[in-house]
């Protein structure tokens, strides 16, 4: 398969750690649904880490916890996929998963065949516990070769956080996306440190195998497994539009069968989700430098521009840049109109935009060329 655009879904990891079971699973598809996440674009469940019984049974397949799991995986993935969404698990390339269950190693095939027989539409493959004398590149190579045969159409989510260079090897692998961070918490020390380290990271993403800056932490406040302080709805926005810009995948953590409206409106932004969306995936750039206080500007299929001014940092600034830094010169005769994608309000400039930014803000525009 080709990933065209970035998934966006739901995973069980951020809130609910090992308090995973059927109902938990089946409650959130539903309410992906009757939240109207699905209509906004939202698709894929995933149980992450946690769902399998600590040992393999005599022969030597990975076993759903029945506990948690009483009918095992397949008839949850059923639920899922009748209700028009798709199904996502995880298992890791080590010896045992980052939370002390089986991992694939040397069960690529087996495991791959398994996920096949469940209906499995996604695959998140963490890095723990991995023998140190075969590569991390190797070990992702097997899995995605193990995938690439299992006969069904699996979303390989290769989870190595960056390291021992997976940036140079990932591509190699056949991974749809790539984490390229540490894991996410619920701060906005986490959320700044993500942002930051993605700057230089951006030559490596592209259509078919994005970047991933992990999942989302908008709604959690400070409830639930990577809870800790929590954010401010401001810096939930700026999360979420940041993720969206930069084509992360927008993976949502918290608990979406409690939503409150104001989070619910945050992760249905449409016109936000068209950017992380859209068709053309053309490279970010930044036009002023400034990894704590970037100006990020990506150029869009119809031939308009995503800009967004952010602002990490603890006290305020000044932001501004001309049109000519999109390409648009004084000589091609040609003006922007700017729509701010969360006030809605349009303004249009010949030549330059200023504006200050709080500490923890930002401004995201969709920005449309026409004629002086
Ligand atoms: C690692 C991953 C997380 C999560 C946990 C599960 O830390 O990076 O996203 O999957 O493992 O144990």
Redesign the pocket.
Known sequence: MILKTPPLGW?S?NTF?SNINDQLIRESALAMVESGLKDAGYEYIVI???WALKERDENGRMVPDPEKFPEGIRPVADYVHSLGLKFGM?T?VGER???DYPGSYDHEFIDAASFAEWGVDYL?V???FRPRETPGHLLYKRMGTALALCGRDILFSA?S?GADNTAEWVKSTGAHIW?ST??IFDTWESIKKIAMQQTDLQKYSSRGCFNDM??LVVGMNGKGHVGLTGCTEDEYRLHFSLWALLNSPLMIGCDIRNMPDAIKSIITNKAVIAINQDPSYIMPFMINSHPEHPIWVRMLDNGDFAIGLFNYEDVPVQHHFSIADLGLNRISGKKLELTDLWSGETFTTENFVCRHLEPHSFLLYRGTVKDV
Do not use: P, V
């Open positions: 995973n990891w750690a992450d880490d946690c995880y890791c998963t980052c939370a998140k963490d890095y723990c989870c956080w984490r540490t894991d992990d999942m």
